[in-house]
């Protein structure tokens, strides 16, 4: 069983940063890409960001590149997503999710087979 637990949430102003952790049980953790998915309320949950296995490989929402970061270390069994330049429309609940390969570049929920519980970003005006 694969557990993916994020944390790293919180609230921040415009213009701020943070960063979301996910740390993950299971051994097979550096076969799989890893992926970031956010929710806002009334809206249908939406890509943020992936990586392959093997760090080589990212991708980006458009809305988000150039200010985000996704990493990994493979070590510790935890992916990352540094978060700068923050705006409000980037307040949701986010989500890390286990890609269902090791290349995984998708931005579709089907991709990814195990997802987290989610940490609350909130970014005031």
């Known amino acids: 069983q694969v557990q993916l637990v994020e944390s790293g949430g919180g609230l921040v102003q415009a213009g701020g940063s943070l960063r979301l952790s996910c740390a993950a049980s299971?051994?097979?953790?550096?076969?799989?890409?890893m992926g970031w998915f956010r929710q806002a309320p009334g809206k249908e949950r939406e890509f943020v960001a992936a990586?392959?296995?093997?760090?080589?490989?990212?991708y980006y929402a458009d809305s988000v590149k150039g200010r985000f970061t996704i990493s990994r270390d493979n070590a510790k069994n935890t992916v990352y997503l540094q978060m700068n330049s923050l705006k409000p429309e980037d307040t949701a609940v986010y989500y890390c999710?286990?890609?269902?390969?090791?290349?995984?570049?998708?931005?579709?929920?089907?991709?990814?087979?195990?997802w987290g519980q989610g940490t609350q970003v909130t970014v005031s005006s």
């Open positions: 990586i392959s296995w093997s760090v080589g490989n990212t």
């Open positions: 299971g051994r097979t953790f550096s076969s799989y890409a």
């Open positions: 999710a286990r890609g269902n390969a090791p290349v995984v570049h998708s931005s579709r929920t089907g991709d990814y087979d195990y």
